[in-house]
Nanobody, 122 residues
Framework: QVQLVESGGGSVQAGGSLRLSCAASGYTYSGSCMGWFRQAPGKEREGVAIYTGGGKEYYADFVKGRFTISRDNAKNTLYLQMNSLEPEDTAMYYC????????????????WGQGAQVTVSS
């Protein structure tokens, strides 16, 4: 059974940084897709960043240059380093994993974590 567990959310002031972690169990990293989505109150869930099995990274325009996605295969953990945070980044952030990737998403059998809240105050 695949489990994705996020951690590292919290509250920061604008301009601050946070790092989210997603610990995966029961999931094979190689040749697959992992990434981060977010959902703000009253808005649809949107893709933030994707890390492909081939090691490529894709970012939403609104986080380019501020967020960095990375993966530690030895620890089965996906990360999202978030710098220069803005109040508009306030959302629940979800880790996702799937069989195949597309720009800013995973497809096939798709799994989701429970979410980590990020709150940025001005």
């Amino acid at each position: 059974q695949v489990q994705l567990v996020e951690s590292g959310g919290g509250s920061v002031q604008a301009g601050g940084s946070l790092r989210l972690s997603c610990a995966a169990s029961g999931y094979t990293y190689s040749g697959s897709c992992m990434g981060w989505f977010r959902q703000a109150p009253g808005k649809e869930r949107e893709g933030v960043a994707i890390y492909t099995g081939g090691g490529k990274e894709y970012y939403a325009d609104f986080v380019k240059g501020r967020f960095t996605i990375s993966r530690d295969n030895a620890k089965n953990t996906l990360y999202l380093q978030m710098n220069s945070l803005e109040p508009e980044d306030t959302a629940m952030y979800y880790c996702t994993a799937g069989d195949v990737w597309y720009i800013l998403g995973c497809a096939g059998r798709v799994y989701w974590g429970q979410g980590a809240q990020v709150t940025v105050s001005s």
